[in-house]
Nanobody, 122 residues
Framework: VQLVESGGGLVQPGGSLRLSCTAS????????IGWFRQAPGKEREGVSC???????HHADSVKGRFTISSDNSKNTVYLQMNNLQPEDTAVYYC?????????????????WGQGTQVTVSS
């Protein structure tokens, strides 16, 4: 099982980025996929997650700005991030867990990617 994130980079405040999480070794159908982030000196926090049947859940801090979607044919989950702010700067990770639940509790996730850096700065 492997998860690979891509799409991070440097963006100005108010800008957008789309992160991708591509999985190999399993099918998304029976997994929940979550996006988490960790800024320097801060604890890891859950951002958004999506279930195998397409239900979504977002942290309050990103509601209305971030959307999550999946393309099961490509085994890829996307995190569209709009109106990015400096406080969104972090390493973003995707993670997977076999569950029908939606949760941003990181301890339940079994598989993790290596992360991709997102920096929001002028």
């Amino acid at each position: 099982v492997q998860l690979v994130e891509s799409g991070g980079g440097l963006v100005q405040p108010g800008g957008s980025l789309r992160l991708s999480c591509t999985a190999s070794g399993f099918s998304f159908d029976n997994y929940a996929i979550g996006w988490f982030r960790q800024a320097p000196g801060k604890e890891r926090e859950g951002v958004s997650c999506i279930s195998g049947d397409g239900r979504e859940h977002h942290a309050d801090s990103v509601k209305g700005r971030f959307t999550i979607s999946s393309d099961n044919s490509k085994n890829t989950v996307y995190l569209q991030m709009n109106n990015l702010q400096p406080e969104d700067t972090a390493v973003y990770y995707c993670a997977a867990v076999t569950t029908s639940l939606l949760s941003l509790l990181d301890v339940i996730y079994d598989y993790w990617g290596q992360g991709t850096q997102v920096t929001v700065s002028s």
